[in-house]
């Protein structure tokens, strides 16, 4: 059982270079969100999707942007990397959402991101 | 503004003993909240969950309590274990929103 896998796992750019984090998860699951951590921040939500080809802006979107061609991948982008988005991204996946349901996130490992 | 506060940032308890982590919440459009665990080097993993209908909720040695007159919760880990060494996020959602709002997170250190 794969669940969520994020590629690349580590990565280290210089500031200006753009490059693509690539979430997939195999479980069918309908949204899909992008967190950054940062010591002492806990996990902020930058972008999300509801469902194939929807994305919409969390906590912390400035600098990213985010894709949802198909329904198994959610791809998050950084067109010119900043020093401030050194941090370590985790995708996460949801079956369903709704009144009493306990909108349990399947989380990948974590991509860490280092700009210099 | 912190919508949802883990005010210590760290604890250390006995194996054996009781551990407890607290989470405040300030929005009273929360109506659920869980608890995550996370290992270094892993993602974060669902522990286990309360909705606002109810004030406890069990699942093994995990016991979360909810206090909504005190926009307060609670995770009760009997009796901890080395194992559980990890940090603990509170997650918060409210109904017709899709996103969870985390907390800071406590790191848990159970010393054998």
């Known amino acids: 059982n794969a669940g969520v896998t994020q590629t690349p796992k580590f990565r280290v750019l210089k500031t200006g270079q753009s490059m693509t984090l690539l979430c997939a998860q195999d479980?069918?699951?309908?949204?899909m969100y992008w967190y950054r951590q940062d010591p002492g921040m806990g996990l902020r939500l930058i972008h999300y999707?509801?469902?194939?080809?929807?994305?919409a802006k969390g906590e912390v979107p400035d600098g990213y942007n985010v894709s949802r061609l198909k329904k198994q991948n959610f791809l998050l982008g950084l067109e010119s990397a900043a020093p401030s988005q050194t941090s370590v991204y985790f995708c996460?996946?949801?079956?369903?959402?709704?009144?009493?349901?306990?909108?349990?996130?399947?989380f990948g490992e974590g991509s860490r991101l280092t700009v210099l | 503004d912190q919508q949802v506060k883990q005010n210590s940032p760290s604890l250390s308890v006995q194996e054996g003993r009781i551990s407890i982590l607290n989470c405040d919440y300030t929005?009273?459009?929360?109506?659920?909240f869980l608890w995550y665990k996370k290992y270094p080097a892993e993602g974060p993993t669902f522990l286990i969950s309360?909705?606002?209908?109810?004030d406890k909720n069990e699942d093994g040695r995990f016991t979360v309590f909810l206090n909504k007159s005190a926009k307060h919760l609670s995770l009760h880990i009997v009796p901890s274990q080395p194992g559980d060494s990890a940090v603990y996020f509170c997650?918060?959602?409210?109904?017709?929103?899709?996103?969870?709002?985390f907390g800071k997170g406590t790191k848990l250190s159970v010393i054998p």
């Open positions: 996460a996946s949801s079956a369903n959402w709704g009144y009493l349901n306990t909108g349990e996130l399947f």
């Open positions: 479980m069918n699951h309908e949204y």
């Open positions: 999707s509801v469902g194939e080809g929807t994305t």
């Open positions: 929005n009273s459009m929360f109506d659920y």
């Open positions: 309360i909705s606002s209908i109810k």
């Open positions: 997650a918060a959602g409210g109904a017709g929103s899709y996103q969870l709002t």
